[in-house]
């Protein structure tokens, strides 16, 4: 058997009119046509407040929201972002008639309430293991501190539980579609990539 110095494409029996150069720009521009929308899908719909982030949703994505002038809430899924509204399942809504967004939120306020049940019931516990371990006293409820640790639980308590459900649209409050290169754009977590 000879070997022979030919080009790959002459070494297999290709006739040269089956690879022409219409070919390779109809390859070239289907593949750069969809380069272009896996691009154009990586789209937030970011909820702010002035100009922090408060929730962030993707593709995918729980969705409880009520449009104006409407009392029925929509809950669904995201199924696609777009530069003006949100197909939720089958639904196109545009982002301007979206009133009130449902979802459970946290805040300062439930930090400093579950900081007070901690601390209530800390209080009281080491209040306690003084008297009984350090001490060697029979467990004894002293008045004082029993007083502060269920004033601390009783107001802490429904500071920890109380939470935000949902967050009407207006002033401070707005949404914005963000796109990859927005600096209110976060990679989701899903995504496959990893950060360095």
Do not use: W
């Amino acid at each position: 058997m000879q070997s022979s110095n030919l080009p790959i494409f002459q070494s297999f029996s290709i006739p040269s009119k089956v690879i022409s150069t219409n070919y390779i720009k109809y390859f070239l521009v289907t593949l750069a046509v969809s380069a272009c929308f896996s691009v154009h899908a990586q789209k937030q719909l970011v909820l702010l407040r002035q100009q922090k982030v408060i929730m962030r949703f993707n593709p995918g994505d729980q969705f409880v929201i009520s449009l104006k002038g409407e009392k029925q809430k929509i809950d669904s899924y995201i199924n696609n972002l777009f530069d003006t509204a949100v197909m939720v399942h089958r639904t196109l809504i545009p982002t301007h008639k979206i009133d009130r967004i449902y979802f459970r939120q946290s805040g300062l306020v439930n930090l400093i309430g579950k900081f007070l049940v901690v601390g209530g019931v800390a209080y009281f516990l080491i209040d306690q293991f003084n008297v009984v371990v350090v001490d060697g006293h029979k467990a004894d409820l002293d008045e004082d501190v029993t007083t502060v640790s269920a004033t601390m639980l009783a107001v802490g308590l429904p500071m920890m539980l109380i939470k935000k459900k949902s967050q009407k649209i207006r002033g401070k409050y707005r949404l914005l579609m963000v796109q990859k290169g927005s600096p209110f754009y976060l990679e989701p977590v899903n995504s496959g990539t990893s950060d360095p």
